[in-house]
């Protein structure tokens, strides 16, 4: 018999208006993904109090790790929330469960992977991102941590994309609301003298710490019996279909992640030859941070999305998914050019939140504007590419996740600031992005016949 709670999150799910369940799902996720991106500003914020230009650069060439193992999570978690939101839709509770439990199972399993290869592999990976030899030892001591926090990170994200896919949000935003704020509170403790004076390694110590009672708040809700897919060890049930399955959507998402590390480490290598190398690299290691919750912001609003979508997708209802779709597009436009006027007029204002250098003040004013001049490319891109994973057309979900930092930055960022100098890595986004835009606007109406034939297909 379905609990009152119960029912509610399956109206939300099914009956409610799609512009009206998709923010109810959607404001809870952002919360939580900017408290998420907390871990990341309030870790740059505490290291510029270090007064340390070699500091900042040495977070900054972590980053490109950071965003590669954001990927891999992204991976389950996405397969999560896809899998287990048509389960729901088809009413297979039972699916759901098998789902739910080998994804989190598999996520752990790849966690301690990417843990003890992180571990044994730290300083060619570090160099490969473009790290000095003056900022490799503080480099290490941030990454280590990072790859402690695999452990925990990649089973917390598929738990928490489940809750989210069965509507139970307000976990979700529990659980990383409160591993924020504790990582506000540890940092100045773990990192300065007059606490455990462990410097940047200890900001990265504070980040797993935090990151791990997340994932304890998490499995206590879904240990307890309060959700309604219920995760249990007698429900893991690994296949070759379910891997591919998982694997086939979440890798478009991941690809996002991968390709903006790839860019953030051509970047810093770009920047390498130039006059002020450590100073551009140590600004744009702050701007990402920065950019990072643009992201957040439009991936939130996607979470919301995404549920919606993908019940809808289980359930048949071709009306109901298309509303879903053209509100998500609207909206995800509509994010991106706020995010990026705010980020323009106050450019000089945040960088100045994370550094006092006027060198890298000035760097990293013109790198903030030029990363969100054509902003509504990554809303755009990215809402298409959520849209085809729901529906499985994960080839194009692939294209499209590859072309915007990968197929088109790369050969900016690869020819333009050995042409311009550092004017070249400023030209670099903007000219990716305005193709980016081309292509998505291309693939509109193609996407819209292919939703339809896909759930015609289901039939």
């Known amino acids: ?28 996720a952002t919360l939580a993904l900017l408290a998420k991106a907390v871990y990341n500003i309030v870790d740059t914020a505490y290291i510029g109090m270090l007064d340390s230009d070699i500091a900042l650069a040495a977070v900054g060439v972590t980053l490109p790790l950071l965003l590669i193992m954001v990927s891999v999570e992204n991976i389950f978690a996405a397969g999560a929330a896809v899998l287990a939101g048509r389960r729901l839709g088809a009413d297979d509770k039972d699916g759901a469960n098998r789902t739910v439990t080998t994804i989190v199972g598999l996520s752990m399993v790849i966690g301690a992977v990417l843990c003890v290869l992180g571990i044994l592999f730290i300083e060619p990976l570090l160099r490969a991102f473009g790290a000095s030899d003056a900022v490799l030892p503080q480099a290490k001591d941030y990454a280590f941590w990072m790859f402690i926090a695999a452990l925990f990170n990649l089973p917390a994200q598929s738990l928490n994309c489940a809750a989210r896919a069965e509507s139970s949000v307000k976990i979700s935003t529990i659980a990383v609301t409160v591993g924020a704020a504790l990582n506000v509170v540890l940092d100045p403790v773990f990192m300065f003298s007059w606490g455990l004076d462990m410097g940047v390694e ?20 879904y240990l307890s019996g309060r959700s309604i897919i219920k995760v249990k060890p007698s429900s893991f049930c690994i296949s070759s279909k379910l891997v591919w399955a998982v694997v ?9 992640q991968i390709c903006l590390a790839v860019a953030t480490s051509l970047t810093n290598i770009a920047a390498k030859p130039l006059p002020d190398a450590d100073l551009i690299i140590a600004a744009y ?23 919606v979508a993908s019940y809808a997708f289980g359930a048949k209802n071709e009306k109901r998914f298309h509303q879903s779709v053209r509100f998500a597009l609207r909206g995800s436009l509509l994010l991106t050019v706020v995010v990026a006027a705010l980020y323009i007029l106050l450019a000089k204002p945040l960088i100045l939140l994370f550094n006092r250098n006027p060198a890298v003040i000035e760097y990293g004013r013109w790198l903030l504007i030029s990363q969100v001049a054509l902003y509504p490319a990554f809303g755009l891109c990215y809402m298409m590419t959520i849209t085809f994973q729901t529906i499985g057309a994960s080839k194009m979900g692939l294209f ?34 305005l193709l980016t835009i ?11 016949r292919m939703v339809s034939h896909n759930i015609a297909s289901k039939e």
């Open 1 to 28: 018999m379905k609990t009152a709670d119960t029912t509610g999150k399956e109206s939300l799910l099914s009956t409610i208006a799609p512009s009206k369940a998709i923010t109810k799902l959607a404001i809870p």
């Open 202 to 221: 200890g900001a990265s110590l504070a980040t797993t710490v935090s990151q791990c009672v997340t994932f304890v708040i998490l499995t206590w809700f």
């Open 248 to 256: 086939s959507i979440g890798i478009p998402t991941a690809v996002i």
């Open 285 to 307: 290691g702050v701007v990402q941070r920065l950019i990072l919750i643009g992201c957040y912001v439009v991936m939130g609003f996607m979470q919301g999305y995404q549920p």
């Open 400 to 433: 499209l996740s590859l072309i915007r930092q990968g197929v088109f930055y790369v050969p900016f960022i690869l020819t333009l600031p050995e042409l311009l100098g550092v004017t070249g890595v400023y030209l670099s986004q903007p000219f990716a992005d």
């Open 438 to 448: 081309l292509v998505c606007a291309f693939l509109v109406k193609p996407m819209k």
